[in-house]
């Protein structure tokens, strides 16, 4: 299985309750002071539609998303490009870019520690319905990059790899459990995305 393009969702804790609108001020001064490693191209602001995308950064190499999708806030990353070789290496460097991403946003004194993104798990959806179509062949498929990714973001812990169940016209999604509460500054340091 070698999937380019897929996507990975951190969802935020329940008690998140901030006005969306200070995400454009934070995306719009990280692009102009190149606050993440990569090409920032632009914000997009999507919250006029339900369930959707809500705000993105949008860069050169990945769509981030701060998403309303089925009724959950949380950090959606779309991997559009990227250098690492083989699906497993792609969901480490994906979640590698996610876990300082995430960092940074919750860390910014803006949001007032308002904002809590739950690391100790995810969802992975996959874009490209060709190679991991939506139904049991497509998550056979995926399964073994995500078990093996996901043995390197989480050592030593128990992971459970679950599909979604969705329309079968939606995109394969796969829920990541690890089991185990973490924050996104955890992750960060856990995979090398910060020093």
Not at 3 to 32: H, N, S, T, V
Not at 36 to 53: C, F
Not at 115 to 129: M, S
Request: hydrophobic share 50%; proline share 5%; charged share 25%.
């Amino acid at each position: 299985m070698d999937i380019q393009r897929f996507g990975l969702k951190f969802f935020a804790r329940p008690d998140f309750d901030l006005d969306e609108a200070i995400f454009i001020d934070i995306f719009q001064e990280w692009i102009r002071r190149r606050a993440l490693g990569g090409i920032l191209l632009d914000v997009a602001d999507y919250r006029h539609v339900p369930n959707g995308p809500g705000l993105m950064l949008i860069t050169h190499e990945i769509n981030f998303a701060l998403d309303q999708a089925e009724g959950r806030f949380g950090l959606l990353a779309q991997r559009k490009l990227g250098q690492a070789e083989g699906h497993p290496a792609r969901i480490l460097e994906l979640a590698r870019a996610t876990a300082a991403f995430g960092a940074l946003l919750e860390a910014d004194p803006r949001l007032g520690g308002k904002l809590r993104l739950e690391a100790g798990g995810f969802h992975y959806i996959a874009n490209d319905r060709l190679l991991a179509p939506n139904d049991e062949a497509g998550f056979t498929a995926v399964r073994p990059a995500l078990a093996a990714a996901t043995a390197r973001l989480y050592p030593g812990q128990t992971v459970s790899l679950d599909r979604v169940a969705n329309h079968p016209r939606d995109r394969l999604t796969v829920a990541v459990e690890s089991g185990t509460a973490l924050d996104f500054a955890e992750l960060a340091t856990a995979v090398g995305a910060v020093a």
